[in-house]
């Protein structure tokens, strides 16, 4: 499953990128996380908990990031185990191009899953992903632009 799409931001990009690191930031974020740690400047661990369908499970993961190209571009790669309700793991490219006070981001992730959600059938679970993603940006946005007005 592949998603990409772009996003406008009201806040200079280094206030972006800075937000996009900030582990409380994200948790605020993500669609049914619980908890989020950072480990490290590349590493998080998430509790999400998440309803596809009729399936609902807790998922246990971790992210890794690639900060080479920051604060343009950045990559992340992780996996997640719900138990019985299955797998996934995935990756995604953000890049930040910024136009004069907003900035613009970018993202192309690819996901597989694997367990009972895999049988959900792909439109099912390409519309979530598309609504989980839809969601974190605009919360993600919400949030920038109103520390952007603090």
């Known amino acids: 499953m592949e998603l990409a799409d772009e996003v406008i931001i009201n806040a200079p990009k280094d206030r972006v990128y800075a ?3 900030d582990p409380e930031i994200l948790q605020q974020c993500i669609p049914g996380c619980e908890e989020l740690v950072k480990h490290s400047d590349t590493e998080l661990a998430a509790k999400v908990v998440l309803k596809v369908g009729p399936v609902k499970a807790r ?3 971790d992210v890794q ?3 080479a190209g920051a604060p343009d571009a950045f990559s992340l790669t992780g996996q997640g185990n719900g138990g019985a309700a299955g797998h996934a793991k ?3 490219d953000v890049t930040l191009t910024a136009d004069g006070d907003q900035t613009i ?3 192309e992730a690819k996901a597989e899953i694997g ?3 895999a049988q959900l059938g792909s439109r099912l679970i390409q519309g979530t992903a598309k609504k ?3 969601k974190f ?3 993600f946005a919400d949030v920038v632009n109103e520390d952007a007005t603090v």
């Open 59 to 61: 998922f246990s993961g």
């Open 90 to 92: 995935g990756g995604a």
């Open 137 to 139: 940006f605009k919360s």
């Open 132 to 134: 989980l993603a839809a």
């Open 19 to 21: 937000a996009l690191n």
């Open 65 to 67: 990031l690639d900060t």
């Open 105 to 107: 981001l970018r993202y």
């Open 115 to 117: 367990g009972k959600l």
